[in-house]
């Protein structure tokens, strides 16, 4: 780390990856997983955005990537089937991982790996209807 002391114009992203996590003897890379929604999707800063690595093994399907990232957010499946899951090139989707059948190639994200990320958006709390509905409804308060 005492080499990149003087490096003021860079960020770095350290984090511990549980060594269960790591299997030598497949073919596998670290992806960032980023968190977003629909509103603030075209804000977001995806250099200094990402929460967390998650490792992908090569041919893997898609739902055994999702079971570990449920494991890993710790949300039940409840929860879990409300988020919507992408492979993204920068700000441009590659493809939606609906198809929990899939297989994840990573030969073609190794290429584009510098900016390849798997996002998940997260659903919106609140409902546009529902708060102007709620907005009118309401009576005002008059203090004498």
């Not at 690595?53 to 039940?76: A, M, P, W, Y």
């Not at 994840?104 to 998940?120: M, Q």
């Amino acid at each position: 780390m005492d080499e990149y002391t003087n490096c003021a114009n860079h960020f770095y992203h350290l984090e511990e990856i549980i060594h269960d996590d790591i299997d030598y003897t497949k073919e596998s890379t670290l992806i960032p997983v980023a968190h977003y929604t629909k509103e603030n999707f075209i804000q977001i800063n995806l250099q200094k955005f990402f929460p967390f690595f998650i490792h992908v093994i090569q041919n893997e399907s898609f739902n055994d990537v999702k079971h570990r990232l449920q494991v890993k957010l710790g949300l039940t499946n409840r929860e879990f089937d409300k988020y919507h899951f992408s492979i993204y090139n920068g700000s441009k989707l590659i493809s939606r991982c609906d198809d929990n059948a899939e297989k994840i190639n990573i030969c073609e994200l190794k290429l584009i790996r510098n900016t390849c990320w798997i996002g998940l958006e997260i659903p919106s709390v609140s409902n546009p209807r529902k708060t102007r509905k709620s907005l009118f409804s309401e009576k005002p308060i008059r203090i004498n």
